[in-house]
């Protein structure tokens, strides 16, 4: 285990550079700070959703949380890896697990014939949050990885599935509990119309 954090503060941020887990320090505005620090928002509001879900009368809770507590602690792993250069932390078992459960909850869902607006209940629509940030880490990430080769494809593949994984999810938890999906409407005249 590493050094614990006795003190919040070091001051030696204040000049903008901030220290990597190898203890080079780089730019706050570099490029791989950039992928950690959407890749922290991401996490963030993945935990806004575990929030929600436990405030809400969403079925199989625990089954959520245990999902999203795995999810949580992969994309910590990842940062571990954008933080400390040539660091492996994550398994492609990571993205297996996505790809099994997408097609579980797949199977529940009706088929898709339109476009979903991303609205709905507020876990669904904590999700589709959660899905636009992630959409935003995976080029933050994708942008770093042309430039610097130590990053593995595993983390790619993480986010790219784990978007996926969260528009899936969306659509459960809007359809779960009787919910009804919020379609795009061809045309914008009609609800003009309606107001």
């Given amino acids: 285990m590493g050094h614990r954090l006795s003190k919040i503060y070091t001051r030696t941020g204040d000049t903008g550079s901030t220290g990597l887990g ?14 950690l ?3 922290d928002e991401l996490n963030a509001v993945i935990g806004v959703l575990r929030a929600q879900i436990h405030q809400s009368d969403i079925k199989h809770k625990d089954t959520w949380d245990k999902k999203l507590s795995l999810i949580q602690h992969w994309l910590f792993d990842l940062g571990g890896e954008i933080c400390i250069p040539s660091y492996q932390l994550l398994q492609i078992h990571s993205v297996h697990f996505l790809e099994q459960d997408i097609d579980q909850m797949n199977q529940h869902l ?25 959409r935003r880490a995976e080029r933050s990430l994708t942008t770093l990885q042309q430039r610097d080769q ?46």
């Avoid at 780089?26 to 791989?32: F, G, P, Q």
């Avoid at 709905?120 to 999700?127: E, I, R, T, V």
């Fill in 37 to 39: 620090g959407e890749i």
């Fill in 110 to 134: 009706p088929m898709l014939k339109d476009f979903i607006l991303p609205s709905g209940n507020l876990a669904c629509s904590y999700a589709h949050h959660a899905r636009a940030v992630c």
């Fill in 150 to 195: 130590n990053i593995q494809s595993t983390a790619s593949q993480l986010l790219n599935r784990l978007s996926d994984w969260l528009f899936v999810a969306s659509r459960q938890l809007q359809t779960q509990n009787s919910g009804t999906e919020v379609l795009w409407q061809r045309n914008i005249n009609d609800i003009m119309n309606d107001i």
């Fill in 22 to 35: 190898d203890g080079s320090r780089i730019a706050k505005d570099d490029l791989r700070i950039h992928a």
